[in-house]
Structure formats: C-alpha cells, structure tokens
C-alpha cells in the first residue's frame, strides 16, 4: 500500500506536469488530473459534493476572485507602475526600489505575476549594471518576500482553513524568516554601479497614492477576522477593490479586470486545487502516504520533502500544502512550528521551481539564462531551508 500510494503521488505530479508541458495552464491541469483520479477512485461524484458544501472551499475561491480581481485592476489602470515609480521615489535609492517593488507587487498573487513587476525593475536595474539573470533573481526573490508572511495571501488562508490555526498566529513566527530572504537577496543590489545612483534617482517621481487600496485591505484584516472568520480576506480585498476604482475613477473597469482571463485562471487553479484535495482524501492516498512517512520515522521534515517534490513538480505552494498538511494532522503533529516548516520547504519549492510561472514568464521578459539564473536562486534557497528547519523544528 505504501508504495502504491508513492506512485499514485507521482503519477498526479507527472499528470499536472505534462498538462503544463502541453499548454493546458495550471488550473485546468490540476483539474483534468482530478477529475481522472477521481474517475479511477469512483470518488468524483462524492469529491465534487463535499467541495461545494465545504465553507473553507468558498472561501479560498472568493479570496482567489477578489484578489486576483484586485491585481487586474491595478494593472489595467496603470496604477501598478505608478505605485512601483512612487516607491522608489520616496525611498531615495534605486536599489532599495528594486527590492520594494517586487516586493509590493508580490502581495497580489496572480498567477505569472511578476510580469507586473518586470518593467520597473528592468527600468531600474538595467541602467545600473545588473545583468539579464541578475534582473530575473531580483523580480523573483524580492517577490516572494513580503509575500511569504503576508497574512492577506490565499497561502495564508489555506494553511489556517486546512489546519484550523489562526492566521495571524501562523504568519508572525515566519517575519524572521522574511527578514532572512531580504539579507540573503541584498549582496546582487549591491554590485550595481555606484556612478548611475544619484542620477538615477533624480529621474523617479512619483507618489504612494496606489498604495492606499492594499492598505485598506490589510488594516481590515486584524478588525474583520475576530468577527467573521477568514471571511475577512474577500471582504477586505472587495472594499480594496472598489477604493482604488474610486481612487483612479475607473468603475467603469471593473467588468473588465474581473472577467479576465488572467483572473478566470487563478480561480479555475483553486477550484482544481480544492477538488484535488477532496479526491485525495476520498482515495485514501493520504493515509498511504502517511505510512511512509511514518516507515520514515515520522520525521516533520520527511513530510516537509514530499511537500517539496510537489510544490517543484507543479510549481504551485497550494498543491504541496493540500498534500501534506492534512498528513501532518493525521500524524499528530499539526503545532504551529511543524505546519510552517512544511510551508516553508512547499513556499521555496515553488519560488526555486522549472515550471514556476513567474520564473519562467521573467526569465523570458529578460530574455535570460534559465540555468545561469539558478546560480543565483539555489544558494539563499539552501540557505533559508537549512536555517529555516532550525528555527521551525525548534519552536515545535
């Protein structure tokens, strides 16, 4: 049984990896590859009745259509450029701007997101000497920083839904974490030419305007979330919404950014994810893959590995997270310090992975070196997981 439920794991992997291969796109690869396993479990039927009767599950998909629906608004009103120029502006140094504005974009976690954020950073990074696989590593990793503690994400909900921890009782232990990802991302900024710096300074303008709508939505989380939950992140990211509508008099844009494709994606990606995960369960595949963790020792960190193989086969954290928390809480060790180590090891799978849509989308905006590009992703990667591990496994 074990082994049988080893390879049913590699095989829904291998499933999702060739749907990306053949250009179905994550969501509909994920679903595709449900709907077979559930086929094959005769578990469909059951699968698709307790995902529309499950309240986390409506939660996750009106989080991923508010937020995604943000996102658009805030590229199809330009004011994504204005928010990253105004960032730069007010923090007086270019390099600091190619940190922040990835940074500040990566809190809208649309799928390929960093193409949003592309643009400025090369803008800003180009003239000072960075090279095209530098530019990727700065896009990329100064995205995923803020994002990794950022109690507004879907990630956030999803671990808190699936383990019934609060969210911001998850997300304060990773701040040291981030601040690690900062350190480790800091030497590349620093061997830009110091010659174009106060040039290049004096060129940004801009103001912090754009910004007032993610502000309104994560000031509403600490107040909302003692009253209705998790229902908290739609509510908040709706009001965000209609502020930045308001703000660059753009309602009339609004059909416009929540029907589009780039949104359709990422809701059809979590509706696929969260059937995948009531076919999983029905399949009993997580009590096989349990018993190999356990044949393992039990080890947090055995689980925290196939969590990884997941989140770098699909290049998706919520899939790794969907696999593997609900074995940790089968396992009995659903503390706080075990859930977040398995979101860590799942997290830096997915920023490190070859089907990372982020990646892979800035990868070709710069026209860079995919393997050239991992020269510097895979060292701060190594490094936080190693003292990640330490930090997680020591507080419990």
Known sequence: MEVQGVVTLVLVVAAIIAGLRIGLGLGLSIMLTALGLGLFTNSIAEALRLAVLDEGAWILVLSALTIASLAELYRVTNAIEEL??????????????????P??????????????????????????GLTAEALVYVN????????????FSQLAIVMSQLTGIPVLTLMLPTLPITALMVLLGAPVLLRARRARLSTLSQELKGDLKALVPLGIAVALLVPLVPLVGN????????????????LKRALRLLPKAVLSKRVG?????VVAVVVLREVISLSG???????VVYGLGGAKLALALVSTLVSVATGSVVTGLFVSLPLLSSLGM??????LLVYTYSFLGYVASPTHLCLLYTVEYFKADLISTYKYILPPTLVVLLLGSVYYLALG
């Open 231 to 246: 229902w908290a992140v739609p509510l908040g990211s709706s009001l965000a919404i209609l502020s930045l509508a308001v």
């Open 84 to 101: 990253g120029r105004g960032l730069s502006a007010s923090l007086g140094d270019p390099r600091v701007g190619l940190a922040a504005i």
């Open 140 to 151: 990329v990793w100064f995205r995923h920083t803020l994002l990794y503690s950022y109690p």
């Open 334 to 339: 659903n503390s706080t310090g075990a859930v």
């Open 285 to 291: 595949l997580a009590a096989e893959l349990g018993d």
């Open 265 to 269: 994606d990422m809701v059809l990606a």
């Open 103 to 128: 940074a500040v974009v990566g809190l809208m976690p649309i799928a390929g997101g960093a193409l949003l954020s592309a643009p400025l950073v090369g803008s800003l990074g180009a003239p000072l």
